[in-house]
């Protein structure tokens, strides 16, 4: 028997080709006007409790991650800081490079029922293993060459790291699947426990063993392999996955999907690690180091826009009623809640890094107060990212992010020699603001929105912000008793 759709979901209401053969994607752009008169807080209040289950977990992962960077802030230093994110920068982005985002295109076949979640998952493990075995031998001559950025480590470490190109691959084409499929509950517990893993492994590998950056290296595997185990797991058990691959035609549809959404990708893994690249090739180890911890610190304040855009993609790609009222709440929320969240840490950022990091790392808080509109940019763009590609235009994404990239590149280069290590963090900022000015743009085109009735706070989020709680907290309570 085939795995198909898990117990209670509800498959896509798609009208049908004249062949019918291949569903296509539902008209999914009601009117300004009926959305105008739309009650708030009906369609979207079931997804709070999603929202707040997926937000606590950000939240869990975020602080583990943030004892994680401690500890080896201490253990490594600057120097050894910086040749530790040179190494997982250049193995995540060779994970992501080539798997071919296939496993987004699994993701959304399986989310809106349209390829079954055996021949998605499938599809998308086959084409990430051999792309990576590709991305592995071109990465053997990379390290091995004169270039600049490959001396900002031991040859052994970068070495090491390309076990993280599989992994990260097919860990991620797994994790989509649960996310897809509204798994959230055992998906929190999974990444959860990930966190924990990379933890345990770096008081055993690089505390207690001494084994520096390679260690560091071991523990971030270690923790994609219980990951990828735990996924794997459930899957199978909750909504049976099985070895099946898929047919031709299938796994044809599945690549397209990718590869539409690839170059946004892409740019998505190399936009927030650009700065690290540029530096590998321009600046000292302690510089590289520096800025890793700032941009790590700051892009984790970024946990409640994924949470809400986790949440949001599945119901885009259902066909949900509530799309776009949803956008603009979530679009309002979420700038909102990460502002004030920003500003919190700048208040305190000093003391924090000193304490969280050492005195070492205490000239990085220039790059914090720096990087901080982008962040609030950042959360913003995730929820138009979320809408693009669960309504099936992901080509969107891609351009949105390669324009944020290449203004990204262009201002690092451009006042590096004036700024040095701070035009990284000038590049971060200005290059998010693009991306979020053009997917604001086209989502006014797309759907008829005016653009101040998308930012501008509106009565009504209020009352759907409280209605939303309650409905959290009295599923709450029905679990308890």
Not at 28 to 48: F, I, T
Not at 49 to 70: D, K, M, N, P
Not at 103 to 127: D, K, P
């Amino acid at each position: 028997m085939r795995a198909g759709r898990p117990p209670g979901d509800v498959g896509v209401n798609a009208k049908t080709d004249p062949a019918g053969t291949d569903p296509a994607p539902p008209d999914r752009r009601p009117s300004a006007a009926s959305l105008e008169a739309k009650p708030v807080g009906s369609a979207a209040q079931p997804a709070a409790h999603e929202v707040a289950l997926v937000f606590g977990t950000r939240a869990g992962v975020y602080g583990i991650a943030i004892f994680s960077q401690s500890l080896l802030a201490h253990l490594l230093l600057p120097a050894g800081r910086g040749e530790y994110a040179v190494c997982v920068a250049f193995g995540s982005v060779l994970g992501v490079v080539s798997a071919l985002s296939a496993a987004n295109g699994g993701q959304y076949f399986a989310a809106s029922g349209r390829i079954g979640l055996s021949r998605c998952l499938c599809g998308a493990f086959s084409i990430g293993l051999a792309g990576s075995i590709v991305a592995a031998v071109a990465a053997i001559l990379l390290i091995h060459s004169d270039m600049a950025f490959f001396q900002k480590a031991d040859s052994g470490s970068f070495l090491l790291a390309l076990l993280l190109v599989p992994l990260i691959s097919v860990s991620y084409a797994a994790e989509m699947q649960l996310a897809g499929l509204r798994r959230f509950s055992p998906l929190a517990r999974i990444l959860l426990l990930q966190s924990c893993t990379v933890v345990a492994g770096v008081v055993v590998l690089v505390w207690t063993l001494g084994q520096g950056v390679n260690g560091a290296v071991l523990a971030l595997i270690a923790g994609y392999v219980v990951k990828l185990a735990c996924c794997l797991r459930d899957l199978r058990r909750a909504c049976g996955l099985r070895f099946e691959m898929p047919c031709v035609s299938e796994l044809r549809r599945i690549i397209g999907y990718g590869l539409r959404y690839h170059v946004a990708q892409i740019g998505n893994e190399i936009e927030p690690r650009v700065g690290v690249f540029i530096l590998g090739a321009l600046a000292g180890r302690a510089d590289i180091g520096l800025f890793a911890a700032a941009s790590t610190i700051m892009l984790r304040l970024g946990f409640l826009p994924s949470s809400v855009a986790t949440v949001l993609f599945p119901r885009v790609a259902r066909g949900s009623a509530e799309p776009l009222e949803t956008v603009g709440y979530s679009l309002r929320l979420v700038c909102l809640a990460t502002a004030g969240a920003v500003i919190a840490f700048l208040a305190v950022c000093e003391p924090v890094i000193r304490l969280l990091l050492s005195e070492a790392f205490v000239p990085a808080v220039p790059l914090l107060w720096i990087m901080a509109p982008g962040i609030v940019a950042y959360a913003g763009s995730n929820i138009f990212v979320a809408y693009f590609t669960g309504s099936d235009r992901p080509g969107v994404c891609s351009s949105a992010l390669w324009l944020s990239l290449v203004v990204n590149i262009a201002i690092c280069l451009a006042l590096y020699p004036t700024l040095g290590v701070h035009s990284v963090a000038w590049g971060i900022t200005a290059g998010v603001f693009a991306r979020i000015v053009f997917l604001a743009f086209v989502f006014h085109r797309a759907t008829g929105l005016s653009l101040p009735s998308l930012w501008l706070p509106r009565r009504r989020d209020a009352t759907y912000l409280w209605n939303s709680l309650h409905v959290a907290l009295s599923r709450k309570r029905r679990l308890q008793e």
